[in-house]
């Protein structure tokens, strides 16, 4: 199957997270989360601090975040 690279913003209790989800052609983000396992994939992600100009505490090509810590995502 296809699948379409997205970008999200992710939001937990200490961190904002930015990369991208593989949504399937048509998809939104909330099918993409309704649909979730334990952890969703995002690829090149940065995370960050949480407050307003918090720093970048790291950029990986992969990292897993557990659903049971997201907050808010949304898409761009």
């Known amino acids: 199957m296809e699948e379409t690279r997205t970008k999200v913003t ?11 989800i ?8 909330t099918d993409f989360m309704t649909g979730a396992k334990e952890f969703i994939a995002v690829t ?3 995370v960050w601090e949480l407050e307003v100009g918090g720093r970048q505490l790291m950029a990986v090509p992969f990292l897993d975040v557990s659903r049971a810590h997201i907050q808010v995502i949304a898409p761009g």
């Open 10 to 20: 992710i939001f937990t209790a200490s961190y904002r997270i930015k990369g991208f």
């Open 22 to 29: 593989d949504l399937l052609p048509g998809s939104r983000v």
């Open 44 to 46: 090149d992600a940065e």
